[in-house]
């Protein structure tokens, strides 16, 4: 094999070690599209407008910053034949919520990293990163994932960083602004958090068929909604 050819690895590789080592585990390197994933050849981004409109109020990124960071973690994360991905999950909007609290010490970090990206972009494939195809996305990821990229202090530690953030975005529990709609567990086959389980649920659980309870954490009083940020307008009960 080519040792220079981009290492891209497809979402069922992704979702097959996050459910084998928990959504809060490491993954591989760059996970893009597959050459046989077709559904996900196309840009995420192809339709800027669609993708804005389609997003909530920004609390620490620019427009600008949240196109990038939107066409990033949909290539980290593709939508495919298989299911949703990335952007479904709204993993930028987690991201852009935390930097406003828990991840505020990255956000000097991503306001340069995704300047740097997009300068490289342009220079490198002559548009920003948001409005390129799919290929040349991941061949921009690929070089920024290397080190090869031009610009950044770091570009292996921005790419290694927003690639967690992108995985806390999609499996996390729901209530820190990703993992909408809990697409994310449901994903990796994740029945939600119980704080009972009865030997009928285990039963279930071992032979894969424990039904989703769509619960987040906070729902139950065993954990403290204090000890998080969540705006009031955006606190909903996650019911079954």
Same mark, same amino acid.
């Given at each position: 094999?080519?040792?220079?050819?981009?290492?891209?690895?497809?979402?069922?590789?992704?979702?097959?070690?996050?459910?084998?080592?928990?959504?809060?585990?490491?993954?591989?390197?760059?996970?893009?599209?597959?050459?046989?994933?077709?559904?996900?050849?196309?840009?995420?981004?192809?339709?800027?407008?669609?993708?804005?409109?389609?997003?909530?109020?920004?609390?620490?990124?620019?427009?600008?910053?949240?196109?990038?960071?939107? %066409?990033?973690? %949909?290539?980290?994360?593709?939508?495919?034949?298989?299911?949703?991905?990335?952007?479904?999950?709204?993993?930028?909007?987690?991201?852009?919520?935390?930097?406003?609290?828990?991840?505020?010490?990255?956000?000097?970090?991503?306001?340069?990293?995704? %300047?740097?990206?997009?300068?490289?972009?342009?220079?490198?494939?002559?548009?920003?990163?948001?409005?390129?195809?799919?290929?040349?996305?991941?061949?921009?990821?690929?070089?920024?994932?290397?080190?090869?990229?031009?610009?950044?202090?770091?570009?292996?530690?921005?790419?290694?960083?927003?690639?967690?953030?992108?995985?806390?975005?999609?499996?996390?529990?729901?209530?820190?602004?990703?993992?909408?709609?809990?697409?994310?567990?449901?994903?990796?086959?994740?029945?939600?958090?119980?704080?009972?389980?009865?030997?009928?649920?285990?039963?279930?659980?071992?032979?894969?068929?424990?039904?989703?309870?769509?619960?987040?954490?906070?729902?139950?009083?065993?954990?403290?909604?204090?000890?998080?940020?969540?705006?009031?307008?955006?606190?909903?009960?996650?019911?079954?």
């Amino acid at each position: 094999m080519d040792s220079d050819a981009p290492r891209i690895i497809s979402r069922r590789d992704l979702l097959k070690s996050v459910a084998i080592a928990g959504t809060a585990a490491a993954t591989p390197a760059f996970v893009g599209a597959s050459p046989g994933d077709t559904a996900a050849a196309e840009p995420q981004a192809a339709n800027p407008g669609a993708a804005a409109a389609g997003r909530n109020a920004l609390e620490s990124l620019t427009s600008a910053e949240a196109d990038t960071l939107e %066409a990033i973690v %949909a290539r980290l994360i593709p939508t495919d034949a298989n299911g949703p991905g990335a952007t479904e999950a709204r993993a930028a909007r987690y991201i852009d919520r935390a930097l406003g609290s828990a991840l505020s010490g990255s956000r000097e970090t991503y306001r340069s990293g995704l %300047a740097a990206l997009d300068g490289y972009a342009r220079s490198a494939k002559g548009s920003p990163f948001h409005q390129l195809a799919a290929s040349d996305q991941d061949a921009v990821l690929t070089d920024v994932e290397r080190g090869s990229a031009s610009g950044f202090a770091s570009s292996m530690q921005f790419f290694n960083m927003v690639r967690t953030h992108t995985i806390q975005g999609t499996f996390g529990d729901p209530y820190y602004g990703g993992n909408a709609d809990f697409v994310g567990w449901d994903l990796i086959g994740y029945p939600g958090v119980r704080t009972q389980v009865t030997p009928a649920d285990q039963t279930a659980l071992e032979h894969d068929q424990l039904k989703p309870n769509h619960r987040s954490a906070y729902d139950s009083q065993m954990f403290n909604k204090a000890t998080v940020r969540l705006d009031v307008h955006d606190e909903a009960a996650h019911g079954d």
